[in-house]
């Protein structure tokens, strides 16, 4: 494939200074030694500049489509290759196949809660929980697709999430799921809600936001300084540590960009030198806990076939923390000890 190389290549090497290294790929960490087992499973360290990767490339046709945990015993992992639920007891190195009773025919995304995993298809209404690390499932119907990965509340058994027809909660373990606010406007793109206090969430609309303190019961309009410079967000984020502070990509006259608030909407700035990278404007947000202000982003998510840019944002700037021939970054999951399990979709 020689064309694909040079495609790489060319999207490796930017020509501005906003980015300021690319990570090497180590395949003998002393921390993980060498990923194996799991196709489409890369674990990232020291900031990102370490990439550990599995031996095998994953079948193009199955997605490993999203990672999550730990799990209740603090130290186990899962992922999802296609329908099928991958276990790692030792935080991403190694991993074996669990055994699933998910439909073969949904994108499946996971939610570690303690002794509860979650499972929600990005393509349907259907869902499912497992309180035995995935290998039983019981399916559920959480009335449609979720906006952004919902999360658990205090309580292993308390999820709460957005979608188009408002804030959908369960109480009870994932068995039955209720519209439990209704959403400011019509048109809202993405949300997301804190994990820390479940009454905070932040949605946008393609010409605004708003936050809630009460779980989507009253609404705060932040639109005013959501859409200066004719700003359009596709995407947002609140900090895991710190609900003030949010995220959103999306597009204004100059390209994708993102923007971050430090002060829960109040006012924004834009995130480093973004527009200097090939940014993918409707790429999802991932905030790193223990990070303060730090996002990744990423240009080819989902089915792009082009090569794979890990975006780690922060206040200091722009920084390429991998670029790697695989088709597309779908989900990252983080470890307490500052590592980052991501699901990825092929390599050449």
């Known amino acids: 494939e020689p064309h694909a190389m040079i495609v790489l290549l060319l999207f490796a090497c930017p020509d501005d200074d906003a980015t300021d290294k690319v990570g090497t790929i180590d395949t003998s960490s002393n921390a993980c030694d060498r990923v194996h087992g799991a196709t489409g499973i890369l674990v990232y360290e020291d900031n990102g500049d370490t990439v550990h990767f599995p031996t095998d490339a994953p079948d193009k046709e199955t997605q490993t489509t999203s990672t999550a945990g730990p799990l209740g015993d603090g130290t186990s992992w899962m992922a999802m290759f296609g329908p099928r639920v991958m276990v790692s007891d030792d935080g991403g190195c190694n991993w074996d196949f669990n055994g699933s009773g998910l439909p073969s025919t949904g994108r499946w995304q996971l939610l570690a809660a303690g002794d509860r995993v979650y499972a929600f298809d990005e393509l349907s209404s259907q869902a ?32 709460r999430g957005i ?64 859409t200066t410079d004719s700003f359009v967000p596709s995407r947002a984020a609140i900090h895991p540590d710190n609900a003030d502070v949010l995220f959103m990509s999306g597009e204004d006259d100059d390209g994708p960009v993102i923007v971050r608030s430090t002060d829960g909407g109040a006012s924004w700035d834009d995130a480093a030198s973004i527009r200097q990278v090939d940014l993918d404007a409707g790429a999802p947000l991932w905030p790193v806990p223990g990070s ?57």
């Open 163 to 226: 979608q188009s027809r408002g804030v959908v909660t369960t109480e009870d373990g994932g068995v039955n799921w209720s519209v439990t606010a209704t959403l400011p406007a019509v048109d809202v793109v993405a949300g997301d809600v804190f994990a820390g206090d479940t009454e905070r969430i932040f949605v946008v609309t393609p010409t605004g936001g708003y936050t809630s303190r009460t779980g989507g019961a009253s609404w705060d309009d932040i639109s005013a300084a959501v």
């Open 292 to 348: 303060g202000t730090t996002v990744l982003s990423g240009w080819a998510t989902r089915d792009d076939d082009y090569g794979m840019n890990l975006y780690v944002v922060s206040t200091t700037g722009i920084h390429t923390s991998h670029v790697g021939s695989y088709w597309g970054l779908n989900d990252v999951s983080f470890r307490d000890d500052g590592a980052w399990i991501a699901a990825v979709h092929g390599v050449e």
């Open 128 to 159: 499912g929980y497992s309180t035995d690390a995935g290998k039983n499932w019981n399916a559920a119907d959480v009335g449609g697709t979720f906006l952004a990965q919902p999360v658990a509340g205090a309580t292993s058994t308390t999820v």
